[in-house]
């Protein structure tokens, strides 16, 4: 299969009628969280359920070459009309413009996570819905719904739980479920720890308005802390564009403060406490949630 170049996709897609989401992702190489082998497994995994929607995938050469002898198979070929590969180096990204900041926010971290993977991968996870609005404002494809699925989002899937998903994410579940709204999931079964979560951030910018509030609205006791899964959301055209303002609005206050940024979901938790207009949340103790709330 060929790769393109993102200077190079100009011509849009023809509509499918049938398919309502596209879903962007994407694959580099860096240092994460597992290893190589891993990704590949559930690569294949995220592969083989494309058939209900379309998938664009970012990566660079690196990460297209380490993918070849997936998507060099006979299961792959009859699905390469839903599948688009986009070859965009990370010095391209919208976010690498806070290089310097993401480096000093990893370099003046005490957070262990911060000492497992690298800086880039930080500004990778924060990328998402930037990929999300390129997807859309490139129209590689056209379709009612977008969305950010990560790649290794299919895990320990079985031939049972792949023909399962050979319909997902259904047509019904996405027009009767998924109306108007950013959709993510939430991963804090705790009420006392979300709403104690939720009031530090509104109070944080509640101050702000008085003083020259210089706290992060996490307070660093409860930075670790999870709530919201960061690595699947579904929304429209016009809620990209201004998610995507909004997220970036945030992640400078963060920088040009001086806020450690454990990861995205530190920032999705600040969108979605100040701006609670915009999103609906579903509650679980599964990180993966969608593969079953969109059967």
Same mark, same amino acid.
């Given at each position: 299969?060929?790769?393109?170049?993102n200077?190079d996709?100009?011509k849009? &897609?023809?509509?499918?009628e049938?398919v309502?989401?596209?879903?962007s992702? %994407?694959w580099?190489?860096?240092k994460?969280k597992f290893?190589?082998?891993q990704?590949?497994?559930w690569?294949h995994?995220?592969?083989?359920?494309?058939?209900?929607f379309?998938?664009?995938v970012y990566?660079d050469i690196? /990460?297209?070459?380490?993918?070849?002898? &997936?998507?060099?198979t006979?299961?792959?070929f009859?699905?390469?009309h839903k599948?688009?590969?986009?070859i965009?180096?990370?010095e391209?990204?919208? /976010?690498?413009?806070?290089?310097?900041?993401w480096?000093q926010? #990893?370099?003046?971290s005490?957070l262990?996570?911060h000492?497992?993977?690298?800086w880039?991968?930080?500004?990778?996870?924060c990328e998402?819905i930037h990929?999300?609005?390129?997807?859309?404002r490139?129209?590689?494809f056209?379709?009612?719904y977008? /969305?950010? %699925? @990560?790649i $290794?989002?299919f895990r320990?899937?079985g031939f049972n739980?792949?023909?399962?998903?050979?319909?997902w994410?259904? +047509?019904l579940s996405l027009?009767?479920n998924?109306?108007?709204?950013?959709?993510?999931?939430c991963?804090?079964?705790d009420?006392?720890?979300y709403? /104690?979560?939720k009031n530090d951030?509104?109070? #944080?910018?509640a101050y702000?308005?008085n003083n020259?509030n210089?706290?992060n609205?996490?307070?660093c006791?409860?930075?670790e802390?999870v %709530?919201f899964?960061?690595?699947?959301?579904?929304?429209?055209k016009?809620?990209a564009?201004?998610?995507?303002r909004?997220? @970036?609005?945030k992640?400078?206050?963060?920088f040009?403060? $001086?806020?450690?940024i454990?990861?995205?979901?530190?920032i999705?938790?600040?969108c979605?406490?100040t701006?609670?207009?915009?999103? +609906?949340? #579903?509650?679980?103790?599964?990180?993966f949630?969608f593969?079953? &709330?969109?059967?």
């Open positions: 299969m060929n790769y393109t170049k200077s996709l100009k849009p &897609l023809k509509k499918s049938s309502l989401i596209t879903f992702t %994407c580099y190489i860096v994460s290893p190589l082998e990704y590949l497994e690569i995994n995220l592969f083989s359920i494309v058939n209900n379309n998938l664009v990566t690196d /990460g297209y070459n380490s993918l070849r002898p &997936l998507i060099q006979n299961t792959f009859i699905k390469r599948i688009r590969f986009i965009k180096p990370m391209e990204f919208y /976010g690498y413009r806070y290089k310097d900041a480096m926010n #990893h370099n003046n005490q262990t996570l000492k497992k993977v690298d880039q991968l930080n500004m990778l996870w998402k990929f999300v609005n390129e997807t859309i490139n129209k590689y056209e379709t009612v977008h /969305g950010w %699925c @990560d $290794g989002y320990n899937l739980k792949v023909n399962q998903l050979i319909d994410p259904s +047509q027009i009767y998924f109306p108007n709204k950013i959709h993510y999931g991963v804090q079964t009420s006392a720890i709403n /104690g979560l951030v509104i109070k #944080h910018y702000k308005k020259n210089k706290s609205p996490i307070p006791t409860k930075i802390e %709530c899964a960061g690595g699947f959301f579904i929304l429209t016009p809620l564009e201004i998610y995507g909004m997220f @970036d609005i992640l400078q206050y963060y040009q403060n $001086g806020f450690t454990k990861d995205d979901q530190q999705i938790m600040d979605i406490f701006n609670p207009q915009l999103f +609906q949340i #579903h509650f679980s103790n599964d990180w949630m593969q079953e &709330l969109l059967l």
